[in-house]
């Protein structure tokens, strides 16, 4: 690894909608009559980030890092999670540049929730908030996401040594 050498990450999640669960996007509770399903709090947002983050700096993955079968790590809060990828990220000798995220869903709307999931990733990471991007988006009908059965995440994260 050469000084200033860029590396980027890509990730993606997906969790089904159920009722009796929080919904909980880019740390941001979100008022809904469904959340989703999943061992922690199942953020599918964080998720992507985190996966993104952990191939940028040669990690594995979320699951490499945070196995489901780990009784801690039931209904944590992925913005836990999250701090911990970015120690580990600084500990490979590593800077995050910047995360770019997109989240998928056919409802709620959410974009008076972005700048509030950005505030929370970006004290997550230690980053100006400046330097998350969190987009939404949906599918105009289409696959499992149209069909509101659930909700996906994609993410891409550069970082530098």
Known sequence: MGEGEMRVGIGY???PLVRGRKLVLGGVEIPSDRGLLGWSDADVAIHSIIDALCGAADLGDIGTQFPS???KNKGI????????VSEMVRVKGYEVVNIDTTIVAQSPR???FIPG??????????LEPAQITVKATTTNGLG???RDEGVASQSVAL???
């Open 13 to 15: 999640d997906s969790h």
């Open 77 to 84: 809060s992925s913005l836990l999670l999250l701090g911990q």
């Open 110 to 112: 959410l974009s008076q």
């Open 117 to 126: 999931m950005r505030d929370k990733i970006s004290r997550a990471l230690g």
């Open 159 to 161: 970082v530098r040594s």
């Open 144 to 146: 499992f996401v149209g």
């Open 69 to 71: 079968e780990e009784s």
